[in-house]
Structures are given as C-alpha cells and as structure tokens.
C-alpha cells in the first residue's frame, strides 16, 4: 500500500498556479485584441464576405415635348436569367456530385486541369422547360463560357424582354429551377414609334464592360447610343441602387431581413423636356408622308425666341426596334438602305438654290452697294467672265428692282445684284445668319457646317478645289452662282430656318434650341437652357429688312409668285422657294436629283412659325415644297384656334427615289468642272463653275451604304 | 454507511464546482445547438451531448466516492490495458476509422476513442510512478523513464494520426515531474530550449524570410502560413482566418445566440465548429464577454484543482490533481489559444464545451477523480 505522508513543495504548486494565472491572461489579453481591438476590421470583413450586393438597374429619364409628352419613356422588360454557379452546384447535388467536365491547358506544372462544361450543364438544366415555355433562343456558348469564368455570380441574361404570356407561363407553372429566374428591368419604350426618330435617338448595350461606368462602378445597362439619348445620356442616366443578400460559405444566397436597412433604392434619371412640339412634329412628320416625299426634311422652329419645335428627316425608322437589341438583320437593312434612314437630312447640308436670294438680298442692303430700287436690266441670258449665264425661264423680263426680283426669283437679276453687292458682303451676311456654323443641337458630329464660299473659303481649300475643280481664283462668275444659292454654297435646313427665323422677327439671330430644362425625380428644375439666346443680329435696316420682307409676302400672296401654293386661307405669309440642281450615281450612271426647298412663316404680322421644307428627288420648289409647308402651316395655325392634332404612333417613312430622272448622256459627270448646275426654274447649262451635289470629299456618293453607318448594338 | 455520507458532505462542501462544470455542460449544449442547427447530419448532436453529459456525470460521482489511492495502486494495469487499446485501433476488426484516423475502437455495440482514456491512465500510471520513484526523485534516471512511460503512448496515438491529443502528455509529464520534486532544471530547460526555438523560428522564418535546412517546402509554408494567415487565406490559412474574423466581428455584446453569421452561413467549417472550433462560435455570437467568462470559468476550474492538490492527503492525491489540470489547461490554452492565433490550429477540443462523448466523459471522469482527492483530503481523514 502507498500510504503515506508525504507532500509535494507548496512553492512548485503556487509557480504552477501562475503559470495558469499567466496563460489566462494571455488568453484574455488576446482575445481583448482580437475581438475588441480589431473588431472593426473582422466586421468588415465578415460582412464582405457573407454579404453579396445585388444591382438593381436604374430607370432612365423619360424625354417629353415642350408640354410634358412622353416621348421617350421605360416600360418593364422581362428576362430570364441564368444564376450559372447555382445551376453548376445544383446538378452537382442532384448528380451525386458528378459534373461534366471539359479539359484545359496543363497547367505550369503538367497537371491535368479542368472545369465544369457549364454550356451541357445549362443545356441539361432548361431542358424540361425549354419545351414548356417554347425558349428556343440558341446557347451563346462561348459568351457563357466566359460568363462562368469571370461573373459567375452575376446573373447571366439568357433572353430578354418576353412575352407576357412566357413570363405567365413561367410564374403559373412555378418552373422554380434553381438557378434560373426572371427579372424585371426598365426598358426603353419610345411611345409615338418614329415620331422624331432623328431627334431622340436610341439606346443600346454598353460595348463592353469599362464603357459608361455608373457611380458603383458598373456599367449602365442601356447607353445613349445617337440623337438626344447619346448627347445627354450622362444626364439620363439613372443611379443604380443595390440590394444585399447573405451569402454561404457555400456560395448559396440566404434572405436576410436585417440587411433591408442597406438597401438603396434606384434613382430615375433626369426627364429632358425638349423644345419639340409633339403635335407640330406629327404634322410635320405626316405631312411629309402624305405627299408621298421619299427623301426630305423639315424644320418647324419659334422665330420669336429660336425654339425648334418640330425637325423631321425623312426616311425614318422605329428606334423600338433596337429594344432591348436590333437584329443583325435589322441593323443590316438600316444601313445598306440607300436612302439612309438613320441619317438626320435636316442636319445636312445641301445647295440651297433659290432660297439663299434673300441672304444675298439682305447682304447687297447692307453693304450699301445696291439698295431696295437699285434696278438691274434682265435680259433671258447675261454674259459674266467668259460665260452665259440664263435666267431659269430664258426670257427677257425687262427691268425690276429686288421686290419683285424675290416675287419671281429672278436668277439673272441676283447674278448682277450679287455681283454688285459683292461677295465679301455676302459671306459677312452670311456668317451672321449663321451659315458655314454648326448649331450643335444633336452634336457635331452628326451635323454639316455648311460652305460658306468666297475667296478666303478657296484660299482654305486651294488644293482641293485645283484638284477637282481646275480653278484658282474666285471669279465673278462664282459669285453670281453663290448669288441664286448654286455652286459651292452648302446649307442645311436647321440653318435656313434659323436664318428665316431671324428676318421673321425683325433681325435677331437666336440660337436654335431643342431643349428647354431637365427635371430630376424630384421635381427639381436642373440644367436650364435658356430660351432666345441671341446669336448675333442681322444688322440692316427696318426699312429694307420691310422690303425683303415684302418681297418673300409677294412669294405666296401674290399672283406673280413662285410660292403661291403655300396659301393658307385667312393668313398672310411670306415665303421662298427654291430648286437646286444636284445629281447622283445610281445604277453606274448619273442621275438628276433636284433638291426642292420652300420656307416660309407666317402670321406675316405677327409670325409665330418658321417652317423649311426640303424635298430631295422634287420637281420644283414652287410645286412639290410650297403645298407641304402650306399642310403644315395651315394645321399649325388651326392648333391656335383650338384644332385637336392626335398624335398616334408612327410607322417608318420609307425612302425611296422616286422623282430622280434620266440626263442627257453627253453631260459632264457631277464634281468636274462644267457639271451643270441650275438655278430656280432651270439651268444655266454652260455654267463653268457648278459642283456636283456632292462638291466636298466627305459626301460621298448615294449608293455606298457605308457613308452614314452608325453603330447601334 | 457513515463515511459514505461523511463523503457526501464533502462533495457538497465543494458544490460550488460541481455547479460550475455542470453550468459549463449546458452552455456547451447551446453552443453545439448553434453550431449544428443548420447541419440536417448533426441534428441530434445537442441531444446526444446531453446523454454524454449524465453519463460523465454519473462516472464523476463514482470516482469522487472512489478512493483515489486504489485507483493508482491499480493503475499500471490499466496503463497497460490502455496501450493494448490504443494498438487495437490499427487491428481489423477492432477498428473504426473516422475522418481518415485510426482514433476510434469498436469493443461490441460501444465505440470508443482509447487516446481519451489514455489520458486518465497515464496520469494515474505517472503518479505511481513518480511515487514509487520517490527516494530517487532528484534522479535523472527518473525524468528519463518518466520520458519513456510518456513516449509510448504518445507514438500510438500521434500514428492514428491524431498529433493534437498525443502532444497533450508531455505537458502532463513535465508538470507533475515538476511537483514531484525533480530538479527543476531538468523541467525548465527542456521548456525554456523550446521557447527559444519558437521564437528564433518566428524571427528566421517570418520576419527575416529564410528557409531551415532539410525542410521540405511544404513544410517551410505551413510554418509561414502559420505566421501569416493571411498568406493562403482560401487554403491552410482558411481555418484561422475565418476564426479570427468570426471572434473580432463579435465585438464586446456578440451577435446573438445562432446569430453569428460565420457560424451559420458555414465560414466556420461546419465539420468543426461544434467540436474543436467551437470557441469562435462562442466568441461571435456572445461577445468579448461571453468568450472572457467562459475562460474565466475554465480558470477556474484549473485553479480549483491547484488547490485540490494543496490540500491533498498525500503527494500522490496532488500528483493526480496536478496531472489531470494539466490536462485540462492544455485543452483549454491549445484549443482557445488556436483559434485567436497564439498557437497553431491542432485538432484538440475544448473542455465541457466541445462536442464529443469519450472527451467529454473523460474530462468528467478527470473531474471525478481530483473530487476524490478532495473528498480524501487530509482533514476529512482525521476528522
């Protein structure tokens, strides 16, 4: 037996006992630093890891007209997506852990590597429904693959913006497979079709994932990709918001209310309320339909404060067709159309024949070389330098002063008036009323400047025009072709209308404006444009200002003028019209292809309208332009006196050619010198200096599809 | 019947600590049921921790009415019988491998870990010993084959393998070393030599970055992960990493009981956190506070058995009380310790906390036998 009595030394316990005093310690002191002292950081990053943010996609901002009609608004759009690691893990479970498996690369060391065939796995996943729900769009293997790589826990859009009745058969049948679910996104509508196509553009995907970032860092789902919706996307832009799940060691997400608390909601972007007039834009837009015109443009603009209330471009197309994606087919269609339908007509700039006589009118006035009873002899020809130049109608009109040279738009009158006024004169009328200038209202890139021809134009382009044109000084005889709107001089519609604007209202020059202010989600006024801003001032006299004036009234109300079918009954309105000779290739041979202007505005008391027709493939200014904007005129004035314009969605107007005719075969071909180019009524054929319709290298001729193609996605 | 009763007096006596184990059992049950409750395979864990809990119980009662003295005396034999165990788990037939370990033997309809009882054996065979060595105590002879009974087992169960308990007996065979009156210096240097090469290691490999001779590279990350968790986050530092971010992110209140989302959403690797990792669930969800009383309430425990060993009747009672506090404060600083980076991740469970039948009534059992020294105490002999 053990017993006994001895003991151990108290002092090898009590050292023992600090021991686990010291231990203790320690542990506490740690723990103190750890849980304590590092808290924050380990917060940090448990919530980093056991939360995941979802995005929620904001809306964009509507666009409306000038009283609040939605021109541009979100619908919702229906996806289905696929969360492709949930998929990837539920076959594993449902598979005894076995997936199937594509080989890769050896690895640096030699090692076989692999990863999961997600394209089989997906393919295996939707197959009980795919029949179901009828989901025929084809796998994007490669974009999946890649998807699976790098965003496996993003979802990955599998087909967008369905049918209500899929989305109906998919909520009713519960098809819950994991890892596939539908979500509801903004989507852009645009509520009239057509209906100012050209102005507002449209939206697309974001090309790749670094382009247009939000505030949160990633990209937009939908970018502004032309007209105002490219210009102001920034300002569109919603802000996204986020919602935050909990998420497992396992990659399974887990609801968690308290994280609710986090959630931001999205913001709308700004609505843009535009200068457009609806209803003026769909009398524009369907008076242009209704005369059947294949190619043209209009602008319906304000000339008290320079609004722009209607543009139209015609042909058009349905910016919902790029909603949420064009089709390749589409896309293709759009651009190979010779007619370009994508490209804005009332941004580009053409020869504005006849129309441009009142420019030079108010030039030759303020130059006080001529003035309002200057007369000029006008024989049917005149000879200027070595060459014939005729009148359009070759007869001998006798003498007449500028009133009634504008009445009859005379074209032999205004080659000795301009030459008489002078062509520096010119060009400083011209710079004034904005020629050779971009407004910038759709960006720049999609507009013309313009030519503003004269000697110091030349000077700028010697080397081209010596190439082209064998010519190296400015003559008098291309000053008599800029004086009837010919030759080198390039306007484009907003331009002409913005001038218009100008001699309606007495002188002022005011910068053409689209659009008026942005409203934020809540209702605050933000980025004011404000109206009539004033770009410069026509600078003649009342008194000849009256003259032009009058000169345009006798246009339309006159008996002897050339616009007389642009009368509306019970108003007075002054107008121009105008015929420039132009020609195109088609088919490997030239053709003519008039462009035939008419602007004009009225009441002529007291004008509230500016309206600038371009038809390209008319006969006549006076025939084929006047009664446009005499429909256009008339409807807008009867919304004065209450008429109701219903505005309904638009389809495309189509293009065509129509009005394009034959030209005698001997003639020069466009864009060498002694190309015919016409005047009003006719041409002065043996004009030496006329360009092509397409005089400046960067137009390059109808038929190459090419020449306006925009990216669109 | 008189002594029985005399005996229950004193166990009530020392109420106060059979209160506190019986507390530190329950509160592990709720800490298993936090860890387990979203693990459909674990389900019954809280339930059967319950069972473990009465039978390591009624085993404490039995040993604290035990006279200690008989238990040692017998004690080489269970020494014996217990290494015949722990060769039996390599035995076919007699095994039952779990997680890839050879740790679990199969007598009949019972499955037991042989390495947990182990422990007990050893520590009665050490007090044996070290008794019947006590003319020559000063002997090296004596700390040499106190080595050997030490070594022995050791070597069986670190070849389950199973490092983490193994490594448990050379702290219970220095420490009672020490109380039985060996030099000093023949515990001290042994402990100081392997202080002086953690921290050199710590210096040479973490902060000069230099590689060991005849270290395999494998081997030279693990002790630099060690270092730096932060080196293989996802991989050997995931355990740690996820350790630490659950306790810090408990602050001082904790986020509630099953609250914690380390614990819940699996951070904390669901196959661990009921049993050896099980301090971090404690540390996330109870706070700074929850984690500080429950160490507080196992230093208690620990001191209590120093002061069992004073009071003892003899050197062998203080032996045994000694013996079986080094156990239980290897556990808890090796298993705490772990989990708030001071000592590297090792598979050992925490005292009256962690999951685990066999342990769990060992450590009870432990319990019983320090009772019985005290139930024996000196004083009572006399009175």
Known sequence: MLADDFRVEGWRLGILALLVFAAMGTLLNRLWNVEIVNSDSARQQSEAQTTVRSRIAPARGAICDRYGVMLAENRPSF?????????????????????????????????????????????????????????????????????????????????????????????????????????????????YGALAAHILGYVGKPFNQTEHLASDGTPYETIGRDGIEAIMDERLQGEPGSSFKRVSSQGYTIPDPTLKALDIDPTMGNTLYLTIDARAQYIAETAMRNAGVGRGAVVVMDPRNGDVLAMVSIPSYDPNKFIPKITAKDFDALNQDPTKPLFNRALHALNPGSTYKIMVALAGLKSGNVDVNTPFDCPGAIQIDDHLFHNSDRTDAGTMSLVHAICVSSDVFFYQYGIKAGIDAIDAMGQRAGFGHKWGLLGEANEDAGILPGPEWMKEKEDWLRKTHNIDHWSKAQTANTSIGQGFVLVTPLQLATFLCAVANGGTVYQPRLYSHFVDYNGTTKYELPAAQVYSTLDVKPSDLKAVQEGMREVIQSDEGTGTRAQVPGYTMAGKTGTAQAYIRMDGSVKQDLKTWFYCYGPFEAPRYVCCVLVEGGSWGGTTSAPIAQEIMRRLFALDTGAVENVAYLQPAQGNFNGVTDVETHLPAPGTPGAPATADNGSPLDNPDAPSSTPMPDLPPIGNPASSTKRAH | MRTFFRKLGQLVWSSPVVLLLLALCVAGIFVIMSATYTNDQLKDAPASQLKYI??????????????????????????????????????????????????????????????????????????????????????????????????????????????????????????MLFVAGVRWYYVVLPLATASILTVSLYFWVHVWDKPIPFMKPFQMDRIKIFFDPSLDPKGSGWQITQSLIAIGSGGMKGKGWMQGTQNVLGYLPKNTSYNDLIFPVVGEEEGFRGGAALIICEGFVLLWCLWVAARARDKIGALVAVGVMTMLFTHVFVNIGMTIHLVPITGIPLPFISYGGTFLIVCLAAMGLVQSVWVHRKNFERA
């Not at chain 1, 795919?130 to 965003?151: Q, S």
């Not at chain 2, 740790?103 to 309809?109: A, C, E, M, Q």
């Not at chain 2, 007990?120 to 060595?133: N, Q």
Request: glycine fraction near 4%; charge should be neutral.
């Open chain 1, 79 to 191: 996806d289905i997506d696929f969360y492709l690691d949930d998929l990837r893990r539920d076959y594993a479970e449902s598979h005894h852990g076995i997936v199937p498996t594509l080989p890769l690369p050896n690895d640096k060391n030699g090692h076989k590597r692999s990863e999961p065939d997600i394209v089989e796995i997906v393919k295996q996943s939707i197959a009980p429904i795919r029949d179901m729900l009828g989901l025929t769009a084809p796998l994007n293997e490669k974009e999946i693959r890649e998807h699976f790589r790098t965003d496996r826990d993003l979802p990955y859009h599998y087909m967008t913006d369905l049918d209500f009745a899929t989305v109906a058969n998919f909520e009713e049948r519960n098809l819950g497979v994991t890892g596939i679910s539908i979500s509801q996104v903004p989507a852009r509508h645009y509520t």
């Open chain 2, 54 to 175: 009465l039978v390591g119980f009624a085993f404490y009662l039995a040993l604290a009415f035990t006279p200690y003295r008989l238990l040692v005396q017998v004690s080489p034999i269970l020494y014996l019988i217990t290494l015949a165990m722990l060769v039996g788990v390599f035995v076919p037939g007699f095994k039952h491998k779990v997680f890839g370990a050879d740790s679990w033997l199969k007598l009949g309809p019972v499955i037991l870990e042989p390495a947990e009882f182990a422990k007990l054996t050893y520590i009665l065979a050490m007090a044996w010993f070290l008794r019947v060595r006590e003319s020559q105590i000063k002997s090296i002879w004596t700390v040499l084959m106190a080595l050997a009974l030490t070594v022995v087992p050791f070597v069986l169960i670190k070849a389950q393998p199973a490092f983490g308990t193994a490594s448990v007996f050379f702290p219970i065979c220095f420490a």
